[in-house]
């Protein structure tokens, strides 16, 4: 299993924009076949995204996925940031 965090630090006054495009983006991922868990967690304007991937092979299919590369063309307008972490679990 492989495991990423999503930290997105949005920029208030594009919010209306960003939300709906993060909802699409976690609507659609959750329907791909190696997606185990993609939950969205916030603050006001701070995104977080904990991803479960059954594997690697899907975890790089799904970053070809239109909802995803549209909001990567669009971050620089929407957000300060987008840090992404490949983790593993410890304990």
């Known amino acids: 299993m492989i495991t990423i965090t999503a930290i997105i630090s949005g920029k208030p006054e594009k919010n209306d924009i960003l939300l709906p495009l993060l909802k699409h983006l976690v609507t659609q991922t959750r ?4 997606c185990l868990r993609y939950d969205m967690h ?4 701070t995104y977080i995204i904990w991803e479960e991937w059954e594997n690697q092979d899907g975890l790089d299919l799904h970053n070809q996925k239109p909802y995803l590369l549209d909001l990567i063309q669009k971050s620089d307008e929407l957000t300060f940031s987008i840090k992404v972490y490949k983790t593993q679990f410890l304990f």
Do not use: I, R, V
């Open 31 to 34: 329907k791909e076949s190696t």
């Open 42 to 45: 916030a603050t006001e304007t």
